[in-house]
Structure formats: C-alpha cells, structure tokens
C-alpha cells in the first residue's frame, strides 16, 4: 500500500502547483498544530503554523527529498514555533525595562534603528538559512529515528499525526499513565535537541 508521501507530485510542487500544495495543508495542518501546540500554546500555535505555510509555500522550490515532505514540514513549524518563543522573550524584557525606565539595549541601535552591529549569527540562523541548509531537518529526523519505538511512535501519533490520546493507547496496549511518561521523554529527547541545535548549529 502507497503512504500518503508516494502520493504527492514532487515535481508539481517544486513547480509551484497550487492544488499540490493545498493538498499538503488538508493534509498535515491538523498534524503541526499539534506539534507546535506544546512549545507556544494554544494562543499562538494557529499563528505559528499559518507562518510555517507561508514559508513553506515560499521554500517548496527548494526541497531536495532528502527528508520526507512531512518531516520537512515540521521541521519549518518547529523553527516558526523557536521564532515565537524568542518574541515572547524579547517582549518580555522589553517589558521589564520599560518597568524599571532603563533601557540597556539602545546602544545597540543606530540613530535609524538599525543594528549598530548585527547578531553574530543573524544571517546563519534566519528561517531562510535553515531551511536552504536542511540542518534542523535531518537533526529532527534523526532524532525522531533514534527514540526507542513506543516513544517514537507516541511522537509520531500525537505529535505529528494528531490521535486523540485515548485511541493511541489503544493501539499501543499502553495504560495513560505510562504513555504520558514515555511521550515526556520523547518530547524531552527532542526539545534537548532543539536546545543543542540552538546553541551549536549541530544535531
């Protein structure tokens, strides 16, 4: 039996066909609402992935196979999601400084507001790098493949396919208690991952 990737045309999408790539979103849009869910909430998480989409629809061109579509996919989600979360941070320390009446950061801007002198690392950690570099997918590829298989499959099922909890025990014979165990773990694999990835640029 075909998965649901060998029924995708490539070709049309690397090409910009429209119905290839609303194909995608009826597909996976359910699926990376629930992986980005855990890092940004609820609040944001329908944001995060409507951001994924317009970069995915931007980068399709660029899509080299080396990882499967969806991997691909989640790998923009979970970069949109480390976006988010780094303009909350920012948010709240400008928070913080308007409390305080300091503003530590003023130096670092021209009298244009531009940068004095940019991140050392702006250029290579822009969504736009990653994505042309493929890096964050093959590290949450590899990563998803090294979990051990009932942490892998609970990744797979509630993160990425979006199972209700109840029907993945189920098909595991796992009780709830243990499954949310076992998907703690694999969540925490991958979120040292992301950390890593982060600090180093490296799986």
Not at 52 to 62: F, Y
Not at 128 to 147: M, P, W
Request: glycine share 6%; net charge negative.
């Amino acid at each position: 039996m075909a998965s649901p990737e060998d029924t995708i045309d490539l070709d049309a999408l690397r090409a910009g066909d429209q119905a290839v790539f609303a194909e995608l979103i009826r597909r996976y849009h359910t699926a990376l609402l629930g992986l980005v869910r855990p890092m940004v909430g609820d609040a944001h998480a329908e944001e995060v992935v409507q951001e994924a989409w317009i970069k995915a629809h931007k980068h399709c061109s660029r899509f080299a196979g080396r990882s499967t579509i969806k991997t691909w996919l989640c790998s923009i989600a979970v970069n949109e999601a480390r976006m988010q979360l780094r303009h909350d941070k920012r948010e709240s320390e400008l928070r913080m400084q308007d409390s305080s009446g300091e503003d530590p950061y003023l130096e670092r801007f021209n009298s244009q507001g531009s940068w004095s002198s940019p991140p050392a690392a702006w250029q290579a950690d822009s969504p736009e790098a990653l994505l042309a570099q493929g890096n964050l997918a093959d590290c949450l590829e590899k990563t998803l493949t090294q979990l051990p298989g009932n942490q892998q499959a609970l990744i797979q099922l509630r993160d990425i396919d979006g199972e209700a909890f109840e029907t993945i025990c189920n098909e595991l014979a796992l009780s709830a208690s243990n499954a949310r165990v076992l998907l703690h773990r694999a969540r925490g694999a991958l979120y040292r991952m992301l950390e890593h990835y982060e600090e180093t640029g490296e799986c």
